[in-house]
């Protein structure tokens, strides 16, 4: 029969040595780039609006909309229902806008410092980009520093840039868009985030055309009270096709940093959108100090019939993760499909998962979800499958597993399943991976060491998803884990 | 709490002037929790959706309904023969009509030695101690605004104990009952289950009637499993579709207790049904099977908590949901495995049939896991009847109507087939195939 929802947790206890080792591990990218940043001072009211919008030299429309949106914020209170235990926010303590004192005009005149930070991380920026055949809109705090390969995305009209770049250059784009799939009141932290929002990306794929290459944006929050509150927004018009890569990591610090951000994706017939990320921000010390505050509202629309949309992620860092990447199949016959996996250790929280919208007939959806937990860190998978009672056909298979590594730890499964259509099919089963004593007792017995099984294994447990990266990104996400599993080993 | 909601104003009203509760017996701790839990419940209110634990049930129609509390009546309204057998349950019987105890329609004169029956008005008068904590357990936030009328507002209930080390073969028929009247009543009662060490005991919990006006009910059932201690139950609940049932379970289970329990969930208008279960000793067995099929515009509502408090404890919960016509069911599955329960084992299932478009099912397999060395497992899936099955069965002659009921009870039979005694499985097939509008689609 239909619509699955399965989840099977099964642990061992022999992974001692390993759960020591991974929650032992150090922050790799955890420094602090020390650039003059001009910032406004903190608080918000509609007078730092106003500031934020005249600072990006937005239309009139802008503003409007953010005080619209700030309005509404006022009014909501902040949701209270996930299974996290966050300490109160001072957004009035917040600065709401910082920016790099210089403004380089071109890659050349970019901070060194900054070009250095990026290099830390790894970012393919100058040849090493070109080599990569990656083009990179690297977001430093809250504007956009340097764009690379607009000119070969420009030729088949393909538009890539900033969004305070695209309010300025592309209004009517914008202005069609903006707020369409997640509107100005629809959560808290999506209306703080549309009212005070600094910079993003924004992507445009016009009809027909195929994205010549995978687009990536790397995040990164710098200075001190700064909540990075981002907004990206996707459009992919009838048959277009664009997979687009987000990264993140952030430096060590020891008070909270709050992130907002709102991503919206718009799929139009037959297009594809595959969007895929990597987080790996500061998660607080051992003891939970620090760490990044993630809410995060993520949506797709899939407008057109024929279309599909893919979220994958990689979730391993932040304090608290709070975070739904969705799908709405507007379109007949569209596909959503969701890739996750998260990881959690010392006193890391995290409250993940989907959502599922089937509206159009014969829609499909898909949901693997690999939730690890270690140390003291709480770890949720929390997703919805609803079918509208128009929705013919729908089809959904979701499975979500979990592995325990400790005795401290929580891992949680709250999977919302709302059927109103008798058509609703499902065939496939849900099958899983988990560390058994078979799997542990035949890896030992061809001569593999016990902490190399469970690296194993556990990359076994995560390949499904990883399968669904992009290459470059798969390679990433798959060092990730194995940087926490390899202090394990040694 | 919102300005008029005439359901509650009436249970507040009532509890502020104070009545006769459980006999007369009514002392002065008893008196105290009451006035403290209505307190309460005036300042909380009824739940509404935004409530997680209510989200896919509405209270508003209910709430604006006014129902006279208690029935002055009960002890004499005539109640046919035919209603107070059940096939194959031949043991002591208890009845309740409009939750007031009834006596002369209970059978009670041959009582299996090591099972004591009274009312709790019996028990509160000699001063029973146990009885106090069981009625003075915290209760919940906001969503158990039932559970907490209850307290306030229960006029009778049952005391069921059975002695250390005494097996009760017969199964005991506990049955409540909503007659036909010309006044819309609400009525609430209790429950208090007690096996010592050792103790078996087989019971059918039956609700039945034949109201064809409104009632509201609540039933209240505290159950303690001492060591080692059996308990079979079967729930049937085929209460006419003018009845609106919310009923509690609080199961604590000792080490090696082990509770078997089959419920079918027929009848009713608006169904609310909790079960919860501690698992508190280690080893301790919580089995559940269920079907529930909401048809008409019936709204059925199950929650199940689970919570593994102790080593080795298994839990299963097998759950199956038909919705047709315009029903609404909702199923919510929580297990939870606190620290320190190593080596659990639950495993929770629950399969539903969609069967018309203007149905629903919304079901939430919850799992919260605090331990490691444990195995849980839980699945859910809403679907249809098996197209290729109907063909095949067609291919073989049989009508269509006849096809899909058989497929259809073949989907409840893993539930009708563990019901204790045997003799009602027959019985409940039976009623399940009248309960379901099958004809309307042949």
Known sequence: ?490 | MSACVPLLDEVLKQAAVGQPYFDGAESAWLAQLRQGERAVLAREGLPDRHNEAWKYTSLRALAQQRFIIGDSEAGQRPVPETELHLPGVDGPRIVFVHGVFRADLSSLQEMPAGLEVTTLGQVLSTGAASLRSWMERPIADGAAAFERMNLVMATDGVSLRVKAGFHIEAPVHLLYLGIDTDAKLAWHTRAHIELQAGAELSLVEHYAGSSQSEQFATVVSEIRMHEDARLQLTQIQHATEAVTLVRHEHFHLAPRAHVGMHTIELGGALVRHEIETLLEGEGAIFDTCGLFAPQARQHVDIRLDIRHQARDTRSSATWRGIADQRGHGVFHGGIVIERGADGADARLHNKNLLLSDRAEIDTQPVLEIYADEVQAAHGATVGQINEQALFYLRSRGLPLAEARRLLMVAFCREILDGIFPQSLQEYLAERLIKHLPLSMQG
């Open chain 1, 1 to 490: 029969m239909s619509n699955e929802s399965a989840t099977r947790i099964r642990t061992k206890p022999a992974l001692s040595g390993v759960v020591n080792e991974a929650i032992d591990r150090r922050y790799g990218a955890g420094f602090v780039t020390d650039i003059e940043t001009d910032s406004l001072p903190p608080g918000l009211n509609e007078a730092i609006i106003r500031a934020i919008s005249a600072r990006k030299q937005e239309p009139e429309w802008m503003t409007e909309w953010r005080l619209q949106a700030y309005r509404h914020w006022l009014k909501m209170t902040m949701p209270d229902w996930a299974k996290l235990s966050v300490a109160p926010i001072d957004l009035q303590s917040i600065s709401y806008y910082a920016a790099p004192k210089q403004q380089p005009k071109s890659l050349d005149e970019v901070d060194p410092k900054l070009l250095e930070t990026f290099d830390k991380l790894g970012v393919p920026l100058h040849e090493r980009a070109r080599l990569a055949g990656v083009a990179v809109d690297a977001v430093f705090d809250s504007v956009s520093v340097g764009t690379t390969f607009r000119k070969d995305l420009a030729e088949v009209g393909v538009i890539f840039c900033s969004m305070s770049e695209a309010i300025r250059e592309h209004p009517d784009l914008v202005r069609k868009y903006l707020g369409t799939v997640v509107p100005v009141g629809d959560n808290y932290f999506a209306a703080l985030n549309s009212a005070v929002f600094s910079d993003g990306s924004f992507v445009f794929i016009p009809k027909g055309v195929r994205c010549p290459m995978e687009l990536s944006t790397y995040f990164r929050i710098n200075a001190g009270h700064t909540g990075q509150f981002e907004r990206t927004m996707i459009i992919a018009e009838a048959g277009a096709y664009v997979s687009y890569l987000e990264g993140c990591t952030a430096p060590m610090r020891d008070e909270n940093q709050l992130h907002a951000a709102v991503v919206e994706l718009v799929v139009m017939e037959r297009a594809e959108i595959k969007y895929s990320t990597v987080q790996n921000w500061y998660p607080g010390d051992e003891e939970g100090r620090g760490g990044i505050y993630n809410f995060v509202t993520k949506r797709g629309d899939c407008r057109g019939d024929d279309s599909k949309l893919t979220w994958t992620q990689v979730e391993t860092g932040s304090a608290i993760t709070w975070k739904y990447p969705s799908c709405i199949l507007r379109g007949d016959r569209s596909i959503g499909q969701f890739y996750s996996v998260a990881l959690t250790h010392h006193r890391q929280q995290a409250d993940t998962g989907t959502k599922m919208i089937h509206l159009g007939k014969h829609t499909k959806s898909k949901i693997v979800s690999k939730g690890i937990s270690a140390g003291r860190s709480s770890n949720s998978y929390r997703g919805l499958v609803k079918v509208a009672r128009g929705a013919q056909g729908a089809r959904n298979h979701t499975q979500c597993d979990s592995l325990l590594i400790g005795k401290q730890c929580g891992a949680h499964t709250f999977p919302y399943i709302e059927v109103k259509n008798p058509t609703a099919t499902i065939e496939h089963e849900a099958t899983t991976s988990k560390i058994s004593d078979e799997q542990m007792f035949y890896c030992r017995s061809r001569g593999i060491g016990e902490e190399d099984a469970v690296s194993l294994i556990v990359d076994g447990f995560c390949r499904q998803v990883f399968r669904e990266l992009p290459m470059e990104f798969a390679v990433e996400a798959k060092k990730l884990l194995e940087v926490s599993l390899e202090g394990a080993v040694g």
